[in-house]
């Protein structure tokens, strides 16, 4: 089984799933040595949500089966990222359930110098990306530092 790298608040629902076409399409074009590309996939197994985004921006994930919300992405859990007090209004931007998949990257610092370990939370860029009938929408573009 695959080690899952991460940010914490979505590690659970990160999948590698080897058979999926727009998986290995997505991976080949975002992943790397420190760049991971996910599908997600609540805990009851479903695999079709409804997404909400606002202007920080965050990123929510509503399951269409047992309607848990997974955050997948927020600058508040990101220790290098500053997220402004101002409040943003969520706004549902898919009316279908659709298919999620999610890159996070990181820096290769840890790695050079000593005073920086590696944390799964310090990312420093994210993407996510729907599957639609006509193929995949990138909906988040975002660094964080």
């Not at 050079?112 to 995949?136: H, M, P, S």
Request: glycine share 2%; proline share 2%.
């Amino acid at each position: 089984m695959k080690k899952i790298i991460a940010p914490t608040h979505v590690e659970n629902y990160c999948n590698d799933v080897e058979g999926d076409i727009y998986f290995q399409m997505l991976k080949h074009e975002y992943g790397g040595d420190y760049s991971y590309l996910y599908k997600i996939i609540c805990d009851c197994k479903n695999d079709k949500f409804l997404i909400y985004k606002d202007n920080h921006p965050s990123l929510f994930a509503d399951c269409c089966s047992c309607k848990k919300r997974i955050t997948i992405y927020d600058l508040s859990q990101y220790p290098a990222a500053i997220k402004l007090d101002k409040a943003y209004d969520l706004k549902r931007i898919t009316d279908f359930a659709s298919e999620l998949y999610v890159n996070y990257e990181y820096s290769d610092e840890y790695l050079y110098e000593d005073d920086v370990e590696f944390d799964k939370n310090d990312i420093t860029w994210a993407r996510a990306f729907l599957k639609t009938d006509t193929g995949i929408i990138k909906i988040l573009d975002d660094e964080t530092v």
